[in-house]
C-alpha cells in the first residue's frame, strides 16, 4: 500500500509537476495551486486541482530504452512495471480473447485537450514490443487545436494523458478501433475547457462513432460557479452530451480522482460523479514476472471516492443506499492506478524523454483500462451496453459474476476503507473480466 508520505514523493516532488489527469496544468486558465477558503455548501474546504488529481513529475521518473521485467523494475526504481501481457494474465482477459473477443467491431472514444502528434507511432512501437495488433487512430481535432509544442507542459502533460489513454484502451480491447478527439483548449478546474468536451462527445454520438467514451480528467464540483450558493446549472447545463450518449446507448467511463476520498465532505468529482457515468476508482497491484498475483488487490489511497453535492442517489444505486446515503457515490468499480504498480507506455513527443515509462498515472490508467472491458462486452453482447452501472449493481451481492470484492486498504487518512461489499474506497470492487464481460453480455 503507498503511504500518504511515499505517495507525494511519487507524485509530487521535483520542479516540472504534472497531474496524472488532464486536468493537471495549474498553468491553465483559471488555475491555482492554492484552494480556496470552505464553502458554506460543503462539509469540508473545497479541493484543490493539485489535490483533486495528484501529480505525475515528468522529471524524475527515468525513461527506458526498452521494458524490464517487474522484478527488475523493483530493484531499479523500487516499483513495480507492468506488461499488457500480464495485465492479461491478471484480470483473466486470455479467455475471451481466445473466444474471440478482442473488442472488434467496436469503438472507444477518448477525449483529450491538445492530443499527441506521434500518437499513431507509439501505439505501433508498443504494439510490436508486446505482439498487439496494431490499429489506426482516427484523430479528431475538435476546433482550434494550437500546433504541439513539446516545451509547454501543458501541451506536455496532455500529451502524456493521451498516451496512457490511447494504450491502456488498446492494451485491453486490441481489437477496438480508438478515437481520439484533440480539443483546443486546457480542461483545467471548473467549467474551463468543458465546453469543447461536451461538444465533441454530442457530434460523435450524433455521428454515431462510439459505443464507449473514456474520460480521464476531472473537475471538482465546487469549482463551479454557483455552487456554494446551491445553483448548480453551471454544471447540469454542460452534460447535455452525456445525455445525447445515454439516449443512443453510449457508455461513459471516468476517472473518480487522484486526490483521495473525503468521507466527511459531499463535492464529487465531475464527470465521475454524474449519474450517467460509470466512474472508475483505483487499486494496487502486486504481481509478479508472469502476471499472478502476490497477494488480492488493495484500495489505491489515491483513489478519489466521494458523494456528489449535485446528484442525488441514482435508483441504480438503491442496493447500496445505506453506504451512499442520499448521493450519488463514487466510485462504482476500480482497476490498477497505484504509482506501485503501473502499465509500461512507450512515447516520442518529447524528443527529450522519448522511450518507455511506467510512472503510475492513477485513476488516468482505470477508466480507458475498464473502457476495453466494456467494449469487450459490447462485442460479446452484439450490442452497446449504455449504461452499464445498471448491469453492475444488479451484479452486486451474486456469485460467479467477475465482480471481485476488494477488502483492504483505504484512499487516505480522511477517505475511506475498503471491507466486504460495496464500498466508496473501490465501489463494487474490481474485475475478472472473462467472467464478468460474459455476465455483462448475458452470457453467464
Known amino acids: 500500500m ?71 523494475c523493483r530493484k531499479q526504481i523500487d516499483r513495480g512495471c507492468y506488461s499488457p501481457l500480464q495485465y492479461d494474465k491478471a484480470y483473466d482477459l486470455s479467455p475471451l480473447y481466445a ?18 502528434p506521434t500518437i499513431q507511432h507509439d501505439l505501433e512501437v508498443f504494439d510490436k514490443q508486446w505482439g498487439l495488433p496494431d490499429t489506426r487512430v482516427e484523430v479528431v481535432k475538435w476546433g482550434d487545436v494550437p500546433d504541439f509544442d513539446h516545451k509547454d507542459p501543458d501541451m506536455n502533460g496532455w500529451a502524456g494523458e493521451t498516451t496512457l489513454d490511447v494504450e491502456a484502451a488498446h492494451a485491453v480491447a486490441p481489437g477496438a478501433h ?5 480539443t483546443g483548449v486546457a480542461e483545467t478546474e471548473g467549467p474551463v475547457g468543458i465546453p469543447e468536451m461536451q461538444s465533441a462527445v454530442n457530434h460523435l454520438v450524433d455521428e454515431g462513432k462510439g459505443d464507449v467514451v473514456s474520460m480521464s480528467w476531472a473537475t471538482s464540483e465546487a469549482r ?7 445553483d448548480y446549472t453551471s454544471l447540469t447545463t454542460l452534460r447535455y452530451g452525456f445525455s445525447n450518449a445515454a439516449r443512443h446507448g453510449v457508455t461513459l467511463t471516468a476517472s473518480s480522482g487522484d486526490g483521495g476520498g473525503h468521507a466527511n465532505r459531499v463535492d464529487a468529482a ?48 438503491n442496493p447500496v443506499r ?26 516520442s513527443f518529447d524528443p ?23 467494449a469487450l462486452a459490447d462485442q460479446l453482447a452484439g450490442h ?50 472473462t467472467r464478468l464481460v460474459h455476465a455483462l453480455a448475458g452470457r453467464r
Do not use: C
Open 2 to 72: 503507498v503511504t500518504p508520505s511515499r505517495r507525494r514523493t511519487l507524485l509530487t516532488t521535483g520542479t516540472a509537476a504534472l497531474s496524472a489527469l488532464a486536468v493537471l496544468a495549474l498553468t491553465g486558465p483559471g488555475a491555482s495551486a492554492t484552494a480556496p477558503t470552505a464553502s458554506p455548501a460543503s462539509t469540508g474546504a473545497v479541493r484543490s486541482p493539485r489535490n483533486l488529481v495528484g501529480g505525475q513529475v515528468l522529471s524524475s521518473d527515468p525513461v527506458f530504452k526498452s521494458p524490464v521485467s517487474t522484478s527488475a
Open 99 to 116: 473466444e474471440g473477443v478482442t473488442g472488434k467491431g467496436r469503438t472507444i472514444v477518448i477525449t483529450d485537450s491538445f492530443g499527441s
Open 178 to 182: 480508438i478515437v481520439l478527439v484533440e
Open 224 to 230: 463551479f460557479p454557483g455552487f456554494d450558493l446551491g
Open 270 to 317: 465531475w464527470p465521475a460523479g454524474d449519474p450517467l457515468v460509470t466512474a472508475v476508482g483505483g487499486t494496487e497491484l502486486r504481481l509478479d514476472d508472469a502476471g499472478n498475483r502476490l497477494e488480492p488487490d488493495t484500495a489505491w489511497s489515491g483513489s478519489g471516492g466521494d458523494r456528489s453535492k449535485v446528484f442525488s442517489r441514482p435508483a441504480y444505486q
Open 322 to 347: 445505506s453506504v451512499v446515503g442520499e448521493h450519488r457515490g463514487t466510485p462504482d468499480i476500480s482497476m490498477a492506478a497505484s504509482p506501485d504498480g503501473a502499465l509500461w507506455m512507450y512515447s
Open 352 to 374: 527529450t524523454r522519448t522511450g518507455w515509462t511506467a510512472d503510475g498515472a492513477g485513476t488516468s490508467e482505470s477508466s480507458p483500462l475498464f473502457a476495453g472491458v466494456v
Open 384 to 433: 452497446r451496453l449504455g449504461q452499464v452501472d445498471r448491469l453492475l449493481y444488479r451484479l452486486h451481492g451474486h456469485r460467479n459474476t467477475g465482480l471481485v470484492d476488494v477488502t483492504t486498504g483505504n484512499t487516505g487518512p480522511n477517505g475511506y476503507t475498503a471491507g466486504p461489499g460495496y464500498d466508496q474506497a473501490t465501489g463494487l470492487g474490481t474485475v475478472d473480466a
